[in-house]
């Protein structure tokens, strides 16, 4: 039975990163991004976690919709469009009436056309230019 909780650890997040070959860190730091984030929810099937949505905001104008991750056994059957659906929903149920939020997130290279179907736009564009980032590493 698949279904959708707020439970995971650590490690299981750890696993489905590396299933679909994202940067690997230490289990400690995992933890911090489990505890600290908003709003973390994942899909099991059973007892195993088989997608996980994370969720980064503090309340104000942006939210950064920072993880999305569904293990490649699984993908394509609509278990991504309904973890994106359910955090657009919590956000609007948490907001305030009158606040206004923009959700923000790094597309995977060549999801950009799921995105896309939420109402995110491709950047840059007429309003914004490219999204930047980098990884640090902490110096010896």
Same mark, same amino acid.
């Given at each position: 039975?698949?279904?959708?909780?707020?439970?995971?650890?650590?490690?299981?997040?750890?696993?489905?990163?590396?299933?679909?070959?994202?940067?690997?860190?230490?289990?400690?730091?995992?933890?911090?991004?489990?505890?600290?984030?908003?709003?973390?929810?994942?899909?099991?099937?059973?007892? &195993?976690?088989?997608?996980? $949505? %994370?969720?980064?905001? !503090?309340? *104000?104008?942006?939210?950064?919709?920072?993880?999305?991750?569904? #293990?490649?056994?699984?993908?394509?059957?609509?278990?991504?469009?309904?973890?994106?659906?359910?955090?657009?929903?919590?956000?609007?149920?948490?907001?305030?009436?009158?606040?206004?939020?923009?959700?923000?997130?790094?597309?995977?290279?060549?999801?950009?056309?799921?995105?896309? &179907?939420?109402?995110?736009? $491709? %950047?840059?564009?007429? !309003?914004? *230019?490219?999204?930047?980032?980098?990884?640090?590493?902490?110096? #010896?």
């Amino acid at each position: 039975m698949v279904r959708i909780t707020d439970q995971i650890t650590p490690e299981e997040y750890m696993d489905l990163r590396r299933k679909v070959g994202w940067v690997e860190f230490p289990v400690e730091e995992a933890k911090a991004c489990v505890e600290n984030a908003y709003l973390v929810l994942s899909v099991r099937d059973g007892e &195993k976690a088989i997608g996980l $949505v %994370r969720l980064l905001w !503090d309340g *104000g104008y942006v939210a950064f919709l920072s993880d999305l991750i569904v #293990d490649p056994m699984y993908q394509g059957q609509g278990i991504g469009r309904e973890l994106v659906e359910t955090v657009i929903r919590r956000i609007r149920d948490d907001m305030k009436p009158g606040y206004k939020v923009k959700l923000t997130l790094n597309s995977s290279k060549g999801k950009e056309p799921f995105y896309a &179907k939420f109402g995110f736009k $491709v %950047r840059p564009n007429e !309003d914004a *230019g490219a999204a930047m980032d980098q990884w640090l590493t902490a110096e #010896d």
